[in-house]
């Protein structure tokens, strides 16, 4: 199974909303990654847990609240977002979070934020 | 500032010929690359990567040649498909075992029948 899930696939909330977007492996991978891609733009990076440990945080807003509860599950909880939060969020893992190692991404969900 | 470029947003190739996509990076710190093709709808997926002590890496109809004189990575795509169709990313990174991946622009490739 070479498979990351991502649900919902799509999510519309208001600004006072709260909800937590959700992803999923089985692979074994030690690494989990959350980007942000607005449309006709590159993915970029936001969070990357590394042995369920936070170990990058790309200057993201608090509004953006990550959590590893285990090894397969990487979840990201939105609170308070504004209308530009409107994009693709792609999750991705690796077996190491050492770039050589092949970050597998899922289908991503797409927010849109009112 | 540090930056990774493609130098064509858009590129339209007809089946069965080759294409070439190319890619700039700014940064001579950078040492290992990757291209991603993305279809609509879908998360990025990884096609082949190369680190700076090699110029060149040949996968399945997939060639990525880096030139790290003028630093400059183009991605080789041989008898193309209409399943191509999907936008190209270049990807780098720096200090080998960085965990950061920095995503180029990208290029959209149409393949048409």
């Known amino acids: 199974d070479t498979e990351v899930t991502q649900t919902p696939k799509h999510l519309v909330m208001g600004m006072t909303n709260k909800k937590s977007l959700k992803c999923e492996q089985h692979?074994?991978?030690?690494?989990m990654y959350w980007y942000k891609q607005k449309a006709k733009k590159p993915p970029e990076l936001m969070f990357v847990?590394?042995?369920?440990?936070?170990?990058i945080n790309e200057s993201v807003p608090s509004r953006f609240s990550p959590e590893c509860p285990n090894s397969s599950l990487l979840n990201l909880h939105l609170h308070a977002l504004q209308p530009e939060d409107s994009a693709l969020y792609l999750c991705?893992?690796?077996?190491?979070?050492?770039?050589?190692?092949?970050?597998?991404f899922g289908p991503g969900t797409r927010l849109t934020v009112t | 500032g540090e930056s990774v470029g493609l130098h064509l947003p858009t590129l339209s190739v007809q089946e069965g010929d080759n294409s070439i996509i190319n890619c700039a990076y700014s940064?001579?710190?950078?040492?290992?690359f990757i291209w991603y093709k993305q279809e609509s709808g879908k998360g990025p997926q990884f096609i082949i990567d190369?680190?700076?002590?090699?110029d060149k890496r040949q996968g399945q109809r997939v060639t990525v040649l880096l030139n790290k004189t003028v630093k400059h990575l183009s991605l080789q795509i041989a008898a193309t498909q209409p399943g191509d169709s999907a936008v190209y990313f270049c990807?780098?990174?720096?200090?080998?075992?960085?965990?950061?991946?920095?995503f180029g622009t990208g290029t959209r490739l149409t393949i048409i029948p």
């Open positions: 847990y590394s042995y369920e440990k936070l170990s």
């Open positions: 991705a893992s690796s077996q190491d979070s050492r770039p050589s190692y092949e970050q597998y």
């Open positions: 990807a780098e990174t720096h200090n080998f075992g960085n965990e950061k991946l920095t």
């Open positions: 190369i680190r700076s002590n090699m």
């Open positions: 940064n001579s710190a950078s040492d290992y």
């Open positions: 692979m074994g991978h030690r690494a």
